[in-house]
């Protein structure tokens, strides 16, 4: 259990919570929902999954901390 925790939170978490949305798994989550779509040169689509990778990212990390605390 603690090594599937640990891959999340290596997938989803940053030490610097502000770039976490850069990592594998928001970007892979928002892509997804976004049927893979091309963001391309198309910067409202872009902006909503940057968005999207952030929000996931968050939700993430509090779900994370919340375990890591027993919470």
Do not use: C
């Not at 030490?15 to 779509?37: I, K, L, T």
């Not at 968050?58 to 919340?66: H, I, R, T, V």
Request: no cysteine; charged share 35%.
């Amino acid at each position: 259990m603690q090594e599937a925790l640990a891959k999340l939170k290596t997938r989803f978490v940053h030490d610097d919570p502000d770039q976490s949305y850069r990592r594998d798994g928001p970007v892979a989550v928002a892509r997804f929902e976004d049927n893979d779509a091309d963001a391309g040169n198309n910067e409202e689509v872009r902006d909503l999954r940057i968005l999207r990778q952030r929000r996931v990212a968050d939700l993430m990390g509090k779900f994370l901390g919340a375990l890591a605390s027993g919470g």
